[in-house]
């Protein structure tokens, strides 16, 4: 596949999407704007995962805009406890739900306590709260639902195969798990981890197979 055609594709994956440098801020200050005019705020780490929720939304047939419903890449999980006190006496006047990653429970439940959001001491307790968690995160979750073969074709789709078999013949990753592997892969590049969001989520929705975490959070939350 030659270089323009997978220019194309990856403007095609990120189209509506800032990815240039300080995009995940520029995202963050896009959907601060709305806050103030919104019904709900969906939490999560960083703008990959507010496009995996954005994109379920819409394969759900959602209009989150028309909905009032902001996702809120917060820029890292430790920026939760800062984006509850900022948000004031907003947070109790809203519906607030979000996503974490399994490394980042902790940090999210002593955040919601501090908040008093909640007093979650388990995560089934998070989870009646609306915060849900990823094992271990999002790109994890998106890779096992699609699974290694169809990923690995998804790949090729978008022009990436050669890149990966070049990770998987680094001795550092050489005969590892394959879905592991692919997680490295999506992890190596801002851009890249951007676009497989999209595309992982549209071919998990596809198959009627989306991550629990997500599914759950646009079941209970979206």
């Excluded at 959602?62 to 890449?73: G, T, W, Y």
């Excluded at 007093?119 to 998070?126: E, I, L």
């Amino acid at each position: 596949m030659d270089l323009d055609r997978r220019r194309e594709l990856a403007r095609r994956a990120l189209d509506g999407y800032d990815s240039g440098p300080d995009a995940t801020t520029r995202a963050l200050a896009g959907a601060l704007a709305k806050v103030d005019d919104a019904v709900a705020l969906v939490l999560v780490e960083g703008l990959s995962d507010q496009i995996a929720v954005e994109t379920a939304a819409v394969g759900r047939g959602r209009d989150l805009e028309a909905e009032r419903i902001v996702i809120v890449p917060i820029g890292g999980a430790h920026a939760i406890g800062r984006f509850l006190t900022d948000l004031g006496p907003l947070a109790a006047q809203v519906r607030l739900s979000g996503l974490c990653d399994v490394r980042e429970e902790e940090i999210f439940r002593r955040a919601l306590v501090a908040a008093r959001i909640g007093s979650p001491g388990t995560r089934a307790d998070m989870e009646r709260l609306g915060f849900h968690v990823c094992v271990d995160d999002l790109e994890e979750e998106l890779i096992r639902a699609v699974g290694a073969t169809a990923a690995e074709a998804l790949f090729d789709s978008q022009g990436d195969l050669k890149s990966f078999r070049s990770l998987q013949s680094q001795p550092a990753w050489r005969g590892q798990d394959p879905e592991r592997q692919m997680w490295r892969f999506l992890r190596s590049g801002s851009r890249r981890s951007l676009r497989y969001a999209r595309l992982l989520t549209e071919a998990a929705m596809s198959r009627g197979a989306l991550p629990a975490p997500l599914a759950a959070l646009l079941d209970d939350s979206v």
